[in-house]
């Protein structure tokens, strides 16, 4: 950190008297040191007399500071006259040497789209494709899913920024059986139409490609931060800029995706012609998600009102009897049973107690085709001995599958072990349903490699019981060695289905379709993550269970991220809502305190929430159970593992493994990107870093530490200087990138700091920051400790944030610039 420049402050003065010597400057801070005052301009000025101004004479004052934090700062300067005082304002930016190699070489400007040009107006283009695929034929699957196109009405209503609402009400309406397929595939073809406005002013201008082992090769500088976001398979449009009468656009097809390269598969003619000539690259939006989630939402009127809207439970028969519960369930019928005559005479019951089970109805036997019953197998004892008392409660509810085919959900809130009791879930239904067909899906390639890399490790599977489907689209070097053995009967799809336990993300599974599979095939479907998945996403899956008989089960978080919806229009309708979250709206699935107190306040039948949190300490774990689990929340970490960094020296309050640091930066955007950094936090961050990691005291592994910026360009930054010192192994992403993940440190970069619109609406002022989901997942990431930098002056318009503000400053574990005033009576 280096000192500031003396600042100047130049004043026309009055004609009066200056009361030289100790002259009152008032510094309500700590962000600078006033070290040394002089007044310049009369030769005999002192310290002890009274300076004399003349009319139109200039005196000169001279501030030296000394710089305590860095970031932004504003002082306010008295000078005493003797009938009046004069206020003037200095402010001064405190800057290190690392802060300059992050300053943008091109000053921001939004893209100028009309650079692309427009080619399409001309009527007579020529296309010619790409060379066909070398995929290996085993791939080649027929596809029976339509192509959905979007209705032009509906494109040239956005396209001119009309009221959506005038040709497609349903949008506005509340969701229903009867208006489902009609809202759901708007919002769909809503969400479409933005990814193909937003892809194509991607679109590049006089390019030149490169020739490389029979592909060409293209440049892309924004593909790391997806933008595009672009994937093997994808098709990219490529024209010549200069034609005569007709242009010719060659059809493109993403082979190979390098850091910042993507070679395209081409035309053999284009190949062997191209001379490095300046073309135009227009990318395209694969829609093959989008039409299987439409396939999806076209068939979901068979799942019916059970499945997607139910308001009653139905008990049936327990597939499987579960040791030490048929007490437990005996009690719990009965139980039910006086409940729903008591409410018979009671019409107002189910009004004031929110989830009653008065519309119940008990299904007493389960009977085969020959109307004999069919018996009853045994769950056998739990693999995993260490299950806490709600996991093994969850496990015999899945297992038993008491209100199938109504979804049971798994509430697991963040470090309570939800993945742990998925996988204890399946096991227990393999072996106690011989004839179960499982298939376990996820949002993500990650979270389905993370279900299949704990199944092996458990060793509990025979060879053969379980495989990994994957995209065809998905490159192997991103797949784990350990899972890489379970993907290759997964390439052929028609083999894959004979297996007991298919796992593949919710989007993948729509290939079961491509293979006339029959209805039912799937007893169970399980979803992890179901709450980061939309709802049509997870009715892939669902069509393939039976809606009489099938098992669902959804396991996530809806206080964490929702799915990824870009459309504003189609987040403000609902898509953004996973079905999970909207599930737990129904009555049937409400909390309620007076009849399930016991049972996390959830109907056990529909609902385990697991409360004891193996990951963080008990200081980092107090407020996201107050915001947003209702303190319900357990410390049963690991106490070596959480109490590790306690006596850190860099620590406010020793024992309070929690910093707020407040840093005044100033935000920053360049060249044609729209996203955000701070320079001074990504700073901060690195030497945040560099003290954890490098120093003897702490010794704590770059791969325990943890960075997230709200913003891509921030972590393009932190990693650049996080490069510098070696410390490449400390993973820098965004929240989304940290969802479902733990680490020792987390280290939390805000970014905005934009003081000057601070009256503003605080989501046009805080941006992605003002999202408590978002909030939620980044500060329960930690194990053992948790830095936040930030602007406290910008921060406390944000619920969330000012409530972690206000916790950092009452427990003492604030530092850095001055607090906003009406923060600074909570300071002890």
């Not at 034929?137 to 009309?162: D, G, H, T, W």
Request: glycine residues 6%.
């Amino acid at each position: 950190m280096h000192g500031l420049p003396v600042v100047d402050s130049h004043l026309t003065t009055f004609n009066g008297h200056l009361k030289t010597g100790n002259f009152p400057i008032y510094n309500g801070s700590n962000d600078l040191d006033v070290s040394k005052e002089e007044v310049c301009g009369s030769s005999n000025a002192n310290n002890n007399e009274a300076l004399e101004i003349h009319p139109g004479e200039k005196i000169f004052i001279a501030v030296t500071c000394e710089a305590r934090n860095p970031g932004r700062c504003k002082e306010l300067v008295l000078l005493c006259f003797q009938d009046f005082i004069i206020g003037r304002y200095i402010e001064a930016t405190v800057q290190s040497e690392e802060e300059f190699l992050l300053l943008p070489p091109k000053e921001f400007s939004p893209k100028d789209k009309t650079t692309v040009k427009e080619l399409e107006q001309n009527n007579n283009i020529q296309v010619v494709l790409s060379a066909p695929s070398k995929r290996p034929s085993r791939r080649q699957l027929p596809s029976f899913i339509p192509m959905y196109p979007v209705p032009a009405r509906l494109r040239k209503c956005v396209e001119q920024n009309m009221n959506v609402l005038a040709i497609e009400p349903c949008i506005g309406e509340l969701l229903t059986l009867s208006n489902y397929r009609k809202k759901m595939s708007t919002l769909l073809w809503l969400e479409d139409i933005h990814n193909e406005i937003e892809i194509k002013d991607l679109s590049l201008s006089g390019v030149c490609l490169q020739k490389r082992g029979g592909y060409l090769v293209l440049e892309v500088p924004g593909i790391l931060e997806g933008r595009p976001s672009l994937f093997p398979g994808d098709k990219v449009l490529l024209k010549y800029q200069s034609y005569s009468t007709t242009a010719v656009e060659f059809v493109g097809t993403v082979a190979e995706i390098y850091v910042e390269e993507v070679a395209l598969r081409v035309h053999s003619n284009l190949e062997q012609s191209y001379n490095y000539e300046p073309m135009e690259v227009e990318f395209t939006v694969n829609r093959t998600t989008s039409r299987r989630c439409q396939f999806a939402v076209e068939q979901a009127e068979h799942l019916g009102q059970a499945v997607l809207f139910p308001e009653t439970v139905v008990l049936q028969s327990p597939q499987v009897s579960t040791p030490g519960n048929d007490k437990q369930d005996h009690m719990y019928r009965k139980e039910q049973t006086v409940t729903q005559q008591e409410n018979q005479h009671k019409p107002h019951a189910r009004e004031k107690n929110a989830i009653s089970m008065s519309d119940m109805v008990t299904v007493a036997t389960q009977t085969n085709s020959q109307g004999n019953k069919t018996p009853i197998k045994k769950m056998s004892q739990f693999f995993n001995p260490m299950l806490n008392d709600h996991q093994k409660l969850a496990v015999t509810r899945i297992v038993s599958g008491d209100c199938r085919p109504t979804p049971y959900i798994l509430f697991g809130p963040p470090g309570t072990g939800k993945t742990v009791t998925v996988i204890e879930a399946i096991l227990q239904i393999h072996y106690a349903l011989p004839d179960s067909r499982i298939l376990v899906c996820a949002p993500s390639n990650s979270a389905a490699d993370l279900v299949c890399l704990r199944l092996h490790e458990s060793g509990h599977l025979e060879n053969g019981s379980m495989v990994r489907v994957n995209a065809s689209s998905r490159q192997e070097e991103t797949i784990n060695d350990l899972v890489k053995p379970y993907c290759g009967p997964g390439e052929d799809i028609q083999k894959a289905s004979r297996f007991r336990i298919i796992i593949s993300t919710c989007s993948s599974a729509g290939m079961f379709y491509q293979i006339g599979l029959r209805v039912g095939h799937f007893t169970h479907v399980i979803i992890d993550e179901a709450g980061q998945a939309t709802e049509p996403e997870c009715l892939i899956p669902l069509g393939l269970v039976s809606e009489v008989t099938g098992q669902i089960v959804l396991a996530g978080d809806p206080m964490q991220l929702g799915p990824v919806i870009k459309s504003r229009m189609a987040l403000a309708y609902g898509l953004g809502i996973s079905l999970l979250e909207r599930l737990m709206t129904l009555l049937i699935y409400l909390r309620d305190e007076e009849t399930y107190g016991a049972c996390g306040n959830y109907n056990p039948l529909l609902i385990t929430k697991l409360m004891k949190n193996y990951r963080s300490h008990a200081a980092l774990l107090h407020l996201p159970s107050k915001l947003f689990y209702h303190k319900e929340l357990e410390v049963c970490a690991d106490q070596a593992v959480i109490n590790r960094l306690l006596k850190w020296d860099k620590l406010p309050k020793k024992g309070f493994p929690l910093i707020f640091h407040g840093i005044r930066g100033t935000e920053m955007r360049e060249g044609n990107n729209p996203s955000w950094f701070n320079p001074s936090e990504a700073v901060q961050v690195m030497r945040y870093s560099c003290i954890l990691a490098k120093h003897v005291t702490t010794s704590v592994s770059a791969r325990d530490i943890g960075v997230i910026a709200p913003y891509k360009k921030q972590v393009e930054k932190i990693r650049t200087l996080l490069r510098t010192v070696d410390l490449m192994d400390i993973k820098v992403g965004s929240v989304e990138e940290f969802q479902g993940q733990e680490f020792l440190v987390i280290i939390i970069s805000m970014v905005r700091s934009c003081e000057d619109s601070i009256y503003k609406d605080s989501r046009s002022l805080l941006g992605f920051l003002c999202n408590p989901k978002r909030f939620n997942v980044a500060t329960t990431r930690p194990k053992a400790l948790l830095i936040v930098l930030g602007n406290p002056h910008i921060l406390m318009k944000d619920p969330c944030a000012c409530a972690l503000l206000e916790y950092s400053i009452i427990n003492g574990a604030y530092t850095g610039c001055n607090l906003p005033p009406a923060l600074e009576s909570l300071q002890q």
